[in-house]
């Protein structure tokens, strides 16, 4: 289910989105931001919710994030704990689902991109420019 919710703001060189997150379920990223290189989807599991099916991807690696609440994540059937601050990479071909089980909600971020896509970053990609700081 996708619930949008947010008030939108542009630059000429950002796009950003304010969502209830207390009060949605799903948010896809990459069409509402124009991301061209990943997808990000921001979501709330309620307690007793989670995946209906069991998927894995043609050629996306997906990180998940847990930000808050705990739940389980499950990848070729094996079951792991997951709770604020744990991070999982699946690889594409890894199937998996995930529920909350427990009685609280459960927020994480998705993000997908393309396995081995990545060629530079951080310090390779970076360029510190010769701007100070000013707010
Ligand atoms: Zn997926």
Redesign the pocket.
Known sequence: MIIMNGQMSKGQNFTSIQVDWANMQKVFLKDTLQLTGMEVSLNRLPPGEGSHFR?K?KQ?E?LFIIVKGSGQLQVDGKIIDVREGTSIRVAPDGV?AIRNNSSEDLYYI?I?AKEGSLTAYTKTDGIITDKTVEW
């Open positions: 998927h991807h996306n997906e998996r998705c997908q």
